[in-house]
């Protein structure tokens, strides 16, 4: 049920996933309440109004996962990467950067640019997953 509202939710929105950055402020990432770095926050500008903004939470395992075959990031709707992945960092500005093993075996240490894969749609931190809460 879960993964047919996820699916469902991202059919609908067809904005391109990039570049949340140009639009949002204050983006900070958080750890989870299992000590997970996977919580993003930010405030982000609405749609009709150049002042007007939201604050917002996203869980990034909504939309990021591992590469099976590298165990490098990669942007996969309900990936769970905080399954996979330790040792969370930012990289810059808007990259992140985490170690991660595949079930079989498989590490590596990898980055990915959060714009690539995140979007600012009216206020809220969104990406091919999910979105955020409200916060
Ligand atoms: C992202 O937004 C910034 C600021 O508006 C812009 O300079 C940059 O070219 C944009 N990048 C992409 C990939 O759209
Ligand atoms: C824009 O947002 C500001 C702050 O929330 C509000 O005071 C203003 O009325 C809004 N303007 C429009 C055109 O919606
Ligand atoms: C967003 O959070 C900041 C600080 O955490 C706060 O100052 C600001 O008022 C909040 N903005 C909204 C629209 O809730
Ligand atoms: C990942 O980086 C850590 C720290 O630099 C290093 O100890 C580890 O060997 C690296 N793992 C891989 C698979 O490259
Ligand atoms: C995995 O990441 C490494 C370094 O970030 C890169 O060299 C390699 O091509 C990537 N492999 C795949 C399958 O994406
Ligand atoms: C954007 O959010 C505002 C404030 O919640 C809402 O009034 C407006 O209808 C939304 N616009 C779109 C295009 O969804």
Redesign the pocket.
Known sequence: MFLYVVLLFAGLVFAAWTNFTATCTDVVLHESLTGHLSQLTASCL?F??????RNTTLDLNLCLGIDYTSANLTWSIYGKFSEYCASCHVVGRTRLGCSCATLNGIHANSTIDLNTGISNTNGTLTCQGGMAMES
Do not use: G, K, L
């Open positions: 609405t009709a109004n150049t002042t007007s903004t």
